[in-house]
């Protein structure tokens, strides 16, 4: 959102991606399918989770394809259709532009909102990057008993 709010050609792809990589992380976690291994299906826990779990990735695919649509402007962002997807981050920065400005007296503009996000996207891949290439192959996949 935050990279949107400057119109950064990155934040299409993120507004793709993400809720991808939101039912990729909700499929393979670990716990969650011990869990659901070891009770039985018709229990009130192991329902709800199951319930939750399709209910969030039906959410997620829907918005990832309605968002496919948006790929079109990562070259081109002066279409009428490219409009509709910034609408509303600029909405939301408006609000945090208010509530910036009332808590800390300062100015948030469009490039403090797309810096801030381009630290966020930097601060996931290194920590991804990091679990991917330094922790998996030493340790594999840990789930529990911290």
Known sequence: MLLLTDQKPLGFLTLFLAPL??????????????ELADLPPWRPLPF????????????????SLL???SLSCIS?????SCQAWLEAPLRMHRIFEGV??????????????AFIGYL???AYVVGFMQ????RLP?????AGEF
């Not at 990589?21 to 011990?34: A, K, T, Y």
């Open 21 to 34: 990589l939101i039912v990729i992380s909700v499929w393979f976690w670990v716990d969650l399918n011990e």
């Open 48 to 63: 709800t989770v199951r319930l939750w779990r399709s209910a969030l990735t039906g959410f997620c695919l829907i918005a």
């Open 67 to 69: 968002s496919s649509f």
């Open 76 to 80: 081109n962002q002066t279409e009428a």
């Open 100 to 113: 910036f400005n009332f808590l800390f007296g300062g100015q948030w503009t469009e490039p403090v909102a």
């Open 120 to 122: 966020g996207l930097l």
């Open 131 to 134: 679990w991917l290439l330094v």
């Open 138 to 142: 030493k340790q594999g996949r840990i």
